[in-house]
């Protein structure tokens, strides 16, 4: 089983930054893919930016140049730098992990983080 715990969001005033961090434990093989996912008030869970093993990254349209996923590889960690916050990027914070376990036939596992709350307000 993989325990996944974010942490960094809060209140920013528009045009600030945040850092969101996402740790990941337990019997892990391998990382897959790596993602950030938001979900504001009344509307669908959306990609906000993901990376894979081999570290091709990829962002939603909405944040490209404003925010940047990153890995540690050694820590189990992943990151999102969100800068130039907007009101629009208001929303609860979802990392998601995909990858395998070191278990016999390493058992593939995708595991959610419970969420941090981003709210850009002046």
Same mark, same amino acid.
Request: hydrophobic share 35%.
């Given at each position: 089983? =993989?325990? *996944?715990?974010? %942490?960094?969001?809060?209140?920013?005033?528009?045009g +600030?930054?945040?850092?969101? #961090?996402?740790?990941?434990?337990?019997n892990i093989?391998?990382?897959?893919?790596?993602?950030?996912?938001?979900?504001?008030?009344?509307?669908?869970?959306?990609?906000?930016?993901? =990376?894979? *093993?081999?570290? %091709?990254?990829?962002?939603?349209?909405?944040?490209? +140049?404003?925010?940047?996923? #990153?890995?540690?590889?050694?820590?189990?960690?992943?990151?999102?730098?969100?800068?130039?916050?907007?009101?629009?990027?208001?929303?609860?914070?979802?990392?998601?992990?995909?990858?395998?376990?070191?278990?016999?036939?390493?058992?593939?596992?995708?595991?959610?983080?419970?969420?941090?709350?981003?709210?850009?307000?002046?």
């Amino acid at each position: 089983q =993989v325990q *996944v715990v974010e %942490s960094g969001g809060g209140l920013v005033q528009p045009g +600030g930054s945040l850092r969101l #961090s996402c740790a990941a434990s337990g019997n892990i093989f391998r990382f897959d893919a790596m993602a950030w996912y938001r979900q504001a008030p009344g509307k669908q869970r959306e990609l906000v930016a993901g =990376v894979r *093993v081999g570290g %091709s990254t990829n962002y939603a349209d909405s944040v490209k +140049g404003r925010f940047t996923i #990153s890995r540690d590889n050694a820590k189990n960690t992943v990151y999102l730098q969100m800068n130039s916050l907007k009101p629009e990027d208001t929303a609860v914070y979802y990392c998601n992990l995909e990858g395998l376990t070191n278990t016999p036939g390493l058992a593939p596992f995708r595991s959610w983080g419970q969420g941090t709350q981003v709210t850009v307000s002046s």
